[in-house]
Structure formats: structure tokens, C-alpha cells
């Protein structure tokens, strides 16, 4: 029993915390993409750098609180200068939509123009992080790092596996929880959401309404934008901010939204945990949770990982690569044209 | 301006050959050439874009694997192989090839000629049955492979045959890899190809980065056999010495030059030959219904042609430059490090220059690859040099300066996104557009 314990306690460490956690990043940073995807009809290439952008503002901002010597112990600092960074990467986020898709909005170019403009962009923020804050990595956070430790909560229960849970994963967990709630009630309960999904299900129907399309973009970008940097700063916060790493995370978000059927934010959400947890879920190594449930004597000798944690992202493009050829709408049907 | 519009290509091509002349006089021809020389790779790579961007409108953003591929040609086919190392794990590493070619064919055998439900679960199968048959034979072979001299070999080694065939086997390769991406994702939307071959580049590169048995993974193949003469037989030898004496040049600035000339010529021919080649099609019966692809996806279904096989053709016809293109970079190289594979500057970067270049245009494509990487290694001496202007009022010794001042060489991502975004929003068409002369 005890050992059928202690495997379970090993499993939700290694796995289904850390697969929580990394899916609800994943999951806003889909949100993001989906919405971009379906209101304005494309696949915004600069989803990981605008997430990229905003963490680094709300990083430089954070490195001024901590200057001043201004803290909210237990939690991040980071986590008071959030809405200044959204704010911040709405407006340079906004100022992109003016200048580039607009024009391409007037001239009802092909969705693929704008793909190729969201690539400027890409150019463009890469640019200005690298200018402003570097390549290298940052490490932002600070505050308490644990609600407990694995030595903590061994000695409690008596167990000889420990749990541990991250001041960043509670986090994590609880602001995307209230985030998503808030989303789909604004989305499905106010007149402002329902004109979105309007605008997104059919464009010359809801302009005929009266739903005024400028200010859809502009709502859209905003809440993109915002989930983007929350993500970002949250994923940061968890592990640590590199401007490579984010324009990586690129694949596994695209992943999880085409998973979930693109266009439909349900899916996506949804789909960001399932890329995240077969993330772990593959590439951990199974032997001492095997160890604990066979008899003795059966015990793998080897590892028992079914990819090497190397592969990571492999197993997002895996996923997609099966949804793709099962189902290519994806598990909530998406958008199809 | 007429003269200017009837000639634009002349005009264009002469603008850019006068920047190259300029580099020649004022910095030194040594870096004129290899400037030059990239600039020919980056025009291949840029061509093989334009076939699948410019003739029939495909996504292609995995540039980057593709380039790969050609350059782990480049390495399989130039180096001697390690007998040592084939006698340790080669049988174990073959066989698992083996059944995973074979487990590939049953299940296209299961997926397309059987029919009913069973095909599903029959797939599970078949695939769980075929991985760890593999894994069985591939993880003590690659052990045992990599544990031969580690610090010097560690991998299989090559063929060892001469390094300008693996041209044509790196675009083999690569048009290989890009026909079954094409089969998955060609009959879906634009934007699963988008995504998906971004995603199959990142993994490419991931699995050279870590299959060390392969190509010695991150720590690098070096050394990589020469199509051309090598600098020090050059200046031991007497006629080359007699030669460089009637140019009054310092022997070992005119090896080097000599070298790289050598390379610029391999280089130029290639791309001519791939240039006539496509010019010809575009012009052919072949390159109207692909434009007619293209333009009307719809109309041109209902002449009755098979858009998809098109696709496929046109996808695998421009892999294959790619991948000439990344084996002519090994080769220059001379060197295979899977970490400078970058997206950025092997995928968006060819990107910027087909659409600067102009889409839909051969001339326009080799422009623009000409262009772009004269703008990427010249915006960094560039834009440093406008940091030094920008923070010449702030104290010698201030950190902002000297973190501006360090950060400068990141100027040339920005600088090509705003070329991107400038060109795509006022010159849509490009510098040369589709159908000038």
C-alpha cells in the first residue's frame, strides 16, 4: 500500500505537477493564437516574441520595484508589474496592427500575406529584445520558492518520495484558472464577447449587425497580447526568461491550438495541456514509479523513457503530426477554411 | 525612367555588383569574396524558396531542416568511414533501420490496402511492435559507436567519396524528407504546412544535435575534404608563387583569394545551371499551370489538374535546391556544426530575400539573395558604427553605452524586419517583379 503511495506521490511530482503547470502556459499562449486566428485569419508567427516582448518588460520593470527595494513576499515581484507590461505590449502590439496588418486588412490581401507580415514582426521584436535586454538568460524571480519541500513533506507523511510544490506552479495554475474563467465568461456572457464570436464566425453578417470591426481587431490584439505576456512572465517565472527559448515555445503553443482545432478557444486550452503532458509524459523516465509497483526481482533495469527528454519538442510536432493525419480538425472541431 | 524601367534587372544587378566593388576597395577583396560566395549559396537556397513560394504559393518555412539535410550529406558522403566503429554497433544500427523501413511498409501496406476498422488498431500495433524492435538493435548500437574514440571520431563515419557528389546527394536527401512531409500536410490548409515544416526543421536539427553516431552531434565534424586547393600546397608550390609575383600580391593573401575565387566559380556554375534549368520551366507548358495553380486553385481544379500531386512536385523540386544549397554551405564551410543551424537565418532569412527579391521571379529570388546577405554582414560593422555615432554623447565609460555598444550586432534582425515589413507593404511585387525583364 505504501509503495502504491509512494509511487503515486513520485508520479504527480514528476509529471502531473510540472504537466499542469507547463499546460496551463501552453494552453493561455493557444488561447492567444486561436483567437488571433480566428477573429483576424491568421497564424501569428510573432506569438512567441510578443510573449517574449512583454515578459521582458514586465522583467525591467520588476528589476526597478526591486531597486526601490519594493517586494510582496511570499509572492514575485513580477507579479505587480504584469498589467504595466501588458499595457506596454498592447501598445507596441497595437502600433504593429496600425502601421502593417491594417493595410493589408484595407487591401483584403490573401491570409498568407499577412503570415508573412506577422514573419516582419517576428524580425522586428527579435531585434528590439536582443537590443534591449540581450540573448542571454534571466532569471527574474524572487519571493518565497516554495509553498513546501519534498524533504517537508516526507518527513510529515513518513513517505520515502517527496512532493514539493513551487510558489510558481500554485501560481501558475491558480492565475490561468481565473484568467480562463474570465475569458469565457466575457466571450460567452457580454455583448463585447458574443460580438467577437460573432465577428469570428461570420465578418459581413456581424458588420451588417453593426458590430464595428475596428474595434474587434483592437479587443483582439489586446486580449492576445495580454494572455501572451501573462503566459510569458508566468513560464518565466517557472523556469527562466531566454529570448530563444520563447520563440521556440512557438511549436509546442501552435501544437496544442491545431490540436484543439484552431479557431475554437475551448480547443485550445485543452489541447495546450494535452501537448504538455505528452511532453512529460514521454520523455519521463518510469523506472523507480515501475519499481515501486512490481514485485521485487521484477524491477527494469533500464530506464523505461521513451524519448530522451532531448526530444521534447519533438513530441508536440509528434502529436501534431497525428491529429493531422486522424483528425485535422482537431479533437474540438476548429475553423476549416 | 524608362530606361530605367525597360533595363530593371540590368539596373539592379548593377547596383548590387557596384556595392560588391565597393566592399573590394574600400574593406579587402578577400571579404568581397566571401561575401560573394555566401551571397551565390544564399541565391541557390533563395531559388529553391521561389519555386515553392513564387510558382505555386507553398509555405515552406523549414528552409532550415532542409539546409541540414544537406549538409549531413555533405559529412556522409566527403568523410572516410570508421571501420572501427562500423565492427562496434554498425550491423546493430542497419538492422534497426531495417525494421523500421519495414514497419513503415506495413503500415502503409495496413493504412492503404486494407480496409474496416481494424486498420487502426492495426496501426497501433504495428508502430509500438516496430519501436521497440528497433529500439532494441539502436540504443546498444549507437552505445557501442559512440564509445569508439569519442574524443575524435564517436560516429560512423562517410563514404568517402568526393565532396561535390554529395551536392546531388544532399538534394536527394532533402527532396526525399520533402515528400513525406508533403504527403502528410500538401491536401490541408496552407497554414498546417506552415506548421508543420517549421516543426519538422526544429526536429531535424534536434536529432543531428543529439544522435552523435550520425555526425559527432554538437561536437562538430571538422575538417571536411576540399573541392579546390588548399592555401599551404598553393604557396609551395613554384608556379603559383611565379603567378603571384606577376600580380605583385603577397603570396598568402593570393592563396587565400585564389581559394575562394575557385569556390565563388563551383558555385557560380551551379547556380547558372539551376537557373537556365528553371527558367525553362517557368516558361514551359509545366510553369503556366503551376502560376494558373497558383492564381485560381479552383479554376485550375476544374481543368482538370491534380492540384495536390502538383503541389507535391513542386515542393520536393524546391527542397532539392534547398538541399544543394545546404551541401554547397557544408562544403564551403568545410565544416558541419548542427548548433549554427538557426532558424532565423536559415528559414526567415531566405524568406525576406525571395520576397525583397521579388516572388514569382528567378532573377528577382537570386537579387534578393544577394541583396539580404550583403545587408545581413554589413548591417553589423554598420550598426555598430551608428551605436558609437548614437552614444558618442554619453560618457566613455556609462554602462548604457557599453550595453548598446554590445548589443549592436543584434541591429541586423531588426533591420530586416523592417526592410520585410517596408518592402511587403509599398513593393509587394518586390525589387524585380514576376514578369520584368
Given at each position: 500500500m505504501v509503495d502504491i503511495i509512494n509511487a503515486v506521490t513520485l508520479l504527480t511530482n514528476y509529471v502531473l505537477l510540472p504537466g499542469m503547470t507547463y499546460g496551463s502556459h501552453l494552453g493561455l499562449g493557444a488561447l492567444g493564437i486561436t483567437l488571433v486566428y480566428g477573429i483576424l485569419r491568421f497564424s501569428n508567427f510573432a506569438h512567441g516574441d510578443t510573449m517574449a516582448f512583454g515578459t521582458m518588460m514586465t522583467i525591467l520593470l520588476t528589476w526597478g520595484l526591486q531597486a526601490l527595494g519594493i517586494s510582496i513576499y511570499p509572492l514575485p515581484t513580477a507579479i505587480l508589474v504584469i498589467p504595466i507590461g501588458v499595457v506596454i505590449a498592447s501598445v507596441v502590439v497595437l502600433g504593429f496592427?496600425?502601421?502593417?496588418?491594417?493595410?493589408?486588412?484595407?487591401?483584403?490581401?490573401?491570409?498568407?500575406?499577412?503570415?508573412?507580415?506577422?514573419?516582419?514582426?517576428?524580425?522586428?521584436?527579435?531585434?528590439?529584445?536582443r537590443l534591449i535586454i540581450g540573448p542571454e538568460n534571466q532569471s527574474f524571480a524572487d519571493g518565497a520558492r516554495f509553498i513546501f519541500t519534498a524533504r517537508e513533506f516526507k518527513e510529515y507523511f513518513g513517505l520515502s518520495e517527496g512532493l514539493s510544490i513551487k510558489v510558481s506552479q500554485l501560481m501558475s495554475l491558480g492565475v490561468t484558472t481565473i484568467l480562463v474563467a474570465s475569458l469565457f465568461w466575457f466571450l460567452y456572457n457580454t455583448t463585447t464577447g458574443k460580438s467577437l464570436r460573432a465577428y469570428s464566425d461570420n465578418r459581413d453578417l456581424a458588420q451588417l449587425s453593426g458590430i464595428n470591426p475596428d474595434r474587434v481587431v483592437i479587443l483582439t490584439w489586446v486580449i492576445a497580447t495580454a494572455l501572451a505576456t501573462i503566459a510569458g512572465v508566468l513560464y518565466g517565472l517557472d523556469k527562466s526568461f531566454k529570448p530563444s527559448v520563447y520563440f521556440?515555445?512557438?511549436?509546442?503553443?501552435?501544437?496544442?491550438?491545431?490540436?484543439?482545432?484552431?479557431?475554437?478557444?475551448?480547443?485550445?486550452?485543452?489541447?495546450?495541456?494535452?501537448?504538455?503532458?505528452?511532453?512529460?509524459?514521454?520523455?519521463?523516465?518510469?523506472?523507480?514509479?515501475?519499481?515501486?509497483?512490481?514485485?521485487?526481482?521484477?524491477?527494469?533495469?533500464?530506464?523505461?523513457?521513451?524519448?530522451?527528454?532531448?526530444?521534447?519538442?519533438?513530441?508536440?510536432?509528434?502529436?501534431?503530426?497525428?491529429?493531422?493525419?486522424?483528425?485535422?480538425?482537431?479533437?474540438?472541431?476548429?475553423?476549416?477554411? | 525612367m524608362r530606361i530605367f524601367h525597360d533595363n530593371r534587372r540590368f539596373f539592379c544587378f548593377g547596383v548590387m555588383a557596384l556595392l560588391l566593388l565597393a566592399v573590394g576597395f574600400f574593406q579587402s577583396?578577400?571579404?568581397?569574396?566571401?561575401?560573394?560566395?555566401?551571397?551565390?549559396?544564399?541565391?541557390?537556397?533563395?531559388?529553391?524558396?521561389?519555386?515553392?513560394?513564387?510558382?505555386?504559393?507553398?509555405?515552406?518555412?523549414?528552409?532550415?531542416?532542409?539546409?541540414?539535410?544537406?549538409?549531413?550529406?555533405?559529412?556522409?558522403?566527403?568523410?572516410?568511414?570508421?571501420?572501427?566503429?562500423?565492427?562496434?554497433?554498425?550491423t546493430r544500427i542497419v538492422s534497426a533501420g531495417l525494421i523500421t523501413i519495414i514497419g513503415a511498409g506495413l503500415i502503409a501496406f495496413v493504412r492503404y490496402k486494407l480496409a474496416g476498422k481494424i486498420t487502426n488498431y492495426l496501426t497501433v500495433v504495428v508502430g509500438i511492435l516496430t519501436y521497440f524492435a528497433a529500439r532494441h538493435f539502436y540504443i546498444p548500437g549507437a552505445g557501442a559507436v559512440e564509445a569508439v574514440n569519442p574524443a575524435l571520431t564517436g560516429y560512423l563515419g562517410g563514404l568517402g567519396l568526393p565532396i561535390l557528389f554529395s551536392w546531388l546527394v544532399g538534394g536527394l536527401v532533402a527532396g526525399c524528407a520533402a515528400w513525406f512531409i508533403g504527403k502528410i500536410t500538401l491536401?490541408?490548409?496552407?497554414?498546417?504546412?506552415?506548421?508543420?515544416?517549421?516543426?519538422?526543421?526544429?526536429?531535424?536539427?534536434?536529432?543531428?544535435?543529439?544522435?552523435?553516431?550520425?555526425?559527432?552531434?554538437?561536437?562538430?565534424?571538422?575538417?571536411?575534404?576540399?573541392?579546390?586547393?588548399?592555401?599551404?600546397?598553393?604557396?609551395?608550390?613554384?608556379?603559383?608563387?611565379?603567378?603571384?609575383?606577376?600580380?605583385?600580391?603577397?603570396?598568402?593573401?593570393?592563396s587565400s583569394l585564389w581559394v575562394k575565387v575557385s569556390y565563388s566559380l563551383l558555385f557560380l556554375g551551379c547556380l547558372v545551371v539551376l537557373l537556365i534549368l528553371f527558367e525553362l520551366a517557368l516558361?514551359?507548358?509545366?510553369?503556366?499551370?503551376?502560376?494558373?495553380?497558383?492564381?485560381?486553385?479552383?479554376?485550375?481544379?476544374?481543368?482538370?489538374?491534380?492540384?495536390?500531386?502538383?503541389?507535391?512536385?513542386?515542393?520536393?523540386?524546391?527542397?532539392?535546391?534547398?538541399?544543394?544549397?545546404?551541401?554547397?554551405?557544408?562544403?564551403?564551410?568545410?565544416?558541419?556544426?548542427?548548433?549554427?543551424?538557426?532558424?532565423?537565418?536559415?528559414?526567415?532569412?531566405?524568406?525576406?530575400?525571395?520576397?525583397?527579391?521579388?516572388?514569382?521571379?528567378?532573377?528577382?529570388?537570386?537579387?534578393?539573395?544577394?541583396?539580404?546577405?550583403?545587408?545581413?554582414?554589413?548591417?553589423?560593422?554598420?550598426g555598430l558604427w551608428l551605436m558609437e555615432l548614437i552614444t558618442s554623447g554619453l560618457e566613455e565609460d556609462s554602462t548604457l553605452k557599453e550595453h548598446l555598444v554590445r548589443n549592436a550586432a543584434h541591429m541586423r534582425l531588426l533591420t530586416m524586419g523592417v526592410i520585410l515589413l517596408i518592402v511587403l507593404k509599398y513593393f509587394p511585387r518586390g525589387l524585380i517583379p514576376e514578369g520584368t525583364k
Open positions: 496592427d496600425k502601421f502593417v496588418y491594417a493595410h493589408f486588412r484595407q487591401i483584403n490581401a490573401p491570409s498568407v500575406m499577412f503570415v508573412i507580415a506577422s514573419v516582419g514582426i517576428m524580425f522586428v521584436l527579435q531585434g528590439l529584445i521556440q515555445l512557438l511549436l509546442p503553443i501552435f501544437a496544442a491550438a491545431i490540436v484543439g482545432g484552431l479557431g475554437n478557444p475551448l480547443g485550445a486550452f485543452v489541447g495546450g495541456f494535452v501537448v504538455a503532458f505528452s511532453e512529460i509524459a514521454i520523455t519521463y523516465a518510469y523506472k523507480r514509479f515501475l519499481a515501486y509497483l512490481l514485485p521485487e526481482g521484477m524491477e527494469p533495469t533500464t530506464l523505461v523513457q521513451l524519448l530522451g527528454t532531448e526530444y521534447k519538442f519533438a513530441v508536440s510536432f509528434l502529436i501534431l503530426v497525428i491529429v493531422l493525419l486522424i483528425k485535422p480538425s482537431g479533437i474540438f472541431a476548429g475553423k476549416t477554411a | 577583396w578577400n571579404l568581397m569574396f566571401q561575401i560573394f560566395n555566401l551571397c551565390l549559396i544564399s541565391a541557390v537556397m533563395a531559388l529553391g524558396v521561389n519555386i515553392q513560394w513564387g510558382y505555386v504559393g507553398l509555405f515552406n518555412v523549414g528552409v532550415m531542416g532542409f539546409a541540414a539535410l544537406g549538409g549531413l550529406s555533405a559529412v556522409i558522403i566527403s568523410v572516410t568511414p570508421v571501420q572501427e566503429a562500423w565492427l562496434a554497433g554498425g491536401g490541408l490548409r496552407a497554414d498546417y504546412l506552415a506548421i508543420a515544416t517549421l516543426g519538422i526543421s526544429e526536429i531535424l536539427i534536434l536529432i543531428i544535435k543529439n544522435e552523435d553516431w550520425l555526425a559527432r552531434g554538437v561536437k562538430n565534424v571538422i575538417g571536411l575534404p576540399r573541392p579546390v586547393a588548399y592555401e599551404r600546397d598553393l604557396q609551395a608550390s613554384n608556379w603559383f608563387i611565379n603567378l603571384a609575383e606577376d600580380f605583385g600580391a603577397d603570396i598568402i593573401t593570393f516558361k514551359s507548358p509545366w510553369g503556366r499551370m503551376m502560376r494558373a495553380i497558383r492564381d485560381n486553385e479552383t479554376s485550375a481544379h476544374a481543368m482538370g489538374k491534380d492540384i495536390v500531386a502538383r503541389k507535391l512536385q513542386v515542393f520536393v523540386l524546391g527542397s532539392i535546391v534547398i538541399g544543394i544549397g545546404g551541401a554547397m554551405l557544408t562544403t564551403l564551410d568545410g565544416q558541419f556544426t548542427p548548433t549554427s543551424y538557426q532558424p532565423m537565418r536559415f528559414t526567415f532569412l531566405i524568406w525576406v530575400m525571395v520576397i525583397v527579391g521579388g516572388s514569382g521571379n528567378n532573377w528577382g529570388s537570386i537579387l534578393g539573395g544577394f541583396f539580404i546577405w550583403f545587408v545581413w554582414i554589413e548591417s553589423e560593422p554598420v
